[in-house]
């Protein structure tokens, strides 16, 4: 018999922050224990995201998390907020420096949109 264990976090948001006319994105950079042996180091550049607590929509998540990853004073954490020129991002994906899920999807669909002359 195998036994396995299913971990349950719930929906998550997670927010692509794009300055068109800068044509610049902004990323988080947070700390990850789980990336602690990875060879480039345990802080990852992500997108703005956070978990959708019971009685909020999406959208109040991605509002709340914006401010409070990119623009709001956080007194026991270090937020580390960074505005990247667009060629910048390109180069770190190319180079596999961006290197979790999330940012890796939303960077991607920006790519193809700026490609297809969308934004």
Same mark, same amino acid.
């Given at each position: 018999? *195998?036994s396995? &264990? !299913?971990m349950?976090?719930?929906?998550a948001v +997670?927010?692509? #922050?794009y300055?068109?006319q800068?044509?610049a994105?902004? @990323?988080? =950079? %947070?700390?990850r *224990?789980? +990336?602690?042996h990875d ?5 990852l #550049?992500?997108?703005? +995201?956070? @978990?959708i607590?019971?009685? &909020?929509?999406? /959208?109040?998540? $991605?509002?709340? /998390?914006?401010m =409070? =990853?990119?623009?709001c004073?956080i007194?026991? !954490? ?9 060629? &910048?991002? /390109?180069?770190m994906?190319?180079a596999? &420096? ?5 940012a !890796?999807?939303?960077?991607q669909w #920006? %790519? *193809?949109?700026? #490609? $297809?002359?969308k !934004?």
């Open positions: 018999m *195998i396995r &264990e !299913l349950e976090r719930g929906q +997670a927010v692509l #922050l300055d068109q800068r044509d994105v902004i @990323m988080i =950079e %947070q700390f *224990i789980g +990336a602690i060879s480039n180091g345990a802080w #550049l992500e997108l703005v +995201a956070g @978990m607590e019971e009685g &909020e929509q999406p /959208e109040q998540v $991605a509002r709340r /998390e914006s =409070e =990853e990119s623009g004073e007194k026991k !954490l270090e937020l580390r907020v960074r505005v990247l020129p667009w060629g &910048e991002v /390109e180069t994906l190319t596999g &420096e961006i290197n979790n899920a999330t !890796l999807i939303g960077l #920006l %790519q *193809i949109q700026k #490609l $297809a002359n !934004l």
